[in-house]
C-alpha cells in the first residue's frame, strides 16, 4: 500500500530548540493531519489542514498545507520535554466526486527526543 | 465522554488460537477503523465500516474479519492467530464526510503477540 515519505525519521533536540518535519506525497490530498502518539497510547489529532496553502497554528504548533497539495509541514518552536513522541502525517485522499469514504495514508512517522 | 475505547488492553496467543478485539465508541460516529501498527511501517487500514450492518475491507484485510451490529462498536476477529499477526492494533471512529470534514480520532491500542 501506498505510504507517505515522513522526514526525518527521528531527530534528537536541546529543549528550547525549534523543530521542523514533512511529509511528501506522490498523490494529491485534500486534507492534511497532523497527529502525536505518546508511548502506549494511541495517535491523538494535533492539527488539521483542509486547503492547498492553509497554514494553521496551535499553541507552539504550526503546520501547512502545500500548495501542490502533495506535502505538509509541521514546526514546533520552543520545544519541551513533553513534546517528546512520534509525529504522523495522514493525508486523505476523496476517492469519489462526491465524498464518501475518503481513504487515509499514514507516514511512517517522526520520533522526537527533546533533551532537558 | 470516554472517546474511543478497547478491550483488552495487552493479549498473548498461541499460534491458531481464536480471539475478538472490541472497540467501543460513544461520540455517535457513523465511520469506524482498525488499524495495525508495526514499526517503520506507520499506521496500515485492515478494515473499516461506514455504518451500522456494513463492513469494507482496507489495505491489510486478510487473517482477520469484523463486525458492525451496533453503531457504537467494531469488532475485530481473528480466527487462526499467527505470529505475523504479533502488532499493536488500534481502534478509530469518525462522523463521516456527510458531516464535511471527516476527522478520525484514536482508542488507546491493543498489544497483540502471538507465539
Known amino acids: 500500500g501506498q505510504q507517505l515519505n515522513q522526514s526525518p525519521q527521528s531527530m534528537f533536540i536541546q529543549e528550547g530548540e525549534d523543530v521542523s518535519m514533512n511529509c511528501t506525497s506522490s498523490s494529491i490530498f485534500n486534507t492534511w493531519l497532523w497527529y502525536k502518539q505518546d508511548p502506549g497510547e494511541g495517535p491523538v489529532l494535533l492539527i488539521a489542514l483542509y486547503k492547498a496553502g492553509e497554514l494553521t497554528s496551535n499553541g507552539r504548533l504550526t503546520a501547512q498545507f502545500g500548495i501542490t497539495r502533495k506535502d505538509s509541514f509541521l514546526n514546533i518552536s520552543a520545544s519541551i520535554p513533553s513534546d517528546v513522541g512520534i509525529y504522523f502525517c495522514a493525508g486523505h485522499e476523496a476517492l469519489t466526486p462526491s465524498g464518501g469514504y475518503q481513504k487515509v495514508t499514514f507516514g511512517t512517522g517522526t520520533k522526537l527526543q527533546v533533551i532537558p | 465522554n470516554a472517546g474511543v475505547t478497547q478491550t483488552p488492553k495487552f493479549r498473548v496467543l498461541k499460534t491458531g488460537q481464536s480471539m475478538t478485539l472490541l472497540c467501543a465508541q460513544d461520540m455517535n460516529h457513523e465511520y469506524m477503523y482498525w488499524y495495525r501498527q508495526d514499526p517503520g511501517m506507520g499506521l496500515r487500514l485492515i478494515h473499516y465500516s461506514v455504518g451500522e450492518g456494513t463492513t469494507a475491507k482496507g489495505e491489510v484485510p486478510d487473517g482477520y474479519n469484523v463486525s458492525r451490529l451496533k453503531k457504537q462498536n467494531f469488532l475485530l476477529g481473528l480466527e487462526s492467530a499467527a505470529p505475523s499477526q504479533t502488532s499493536v492494533y488500534f481502534c478509530?471512529?469518525?462522523?463521516?464526510?456527510?458531516?464535511?470534514?471527516?476527522?478520525?480520532?484514536f482508542g488507546p491500542g491493543t498489544r497483540l503477540t502471538v507465539l
Open positions: 478509530a471512529s469518525s462522523y463521516g464526510t456527510s458531516h464535511g470534514r471527516d476527522t478520525q480520532y
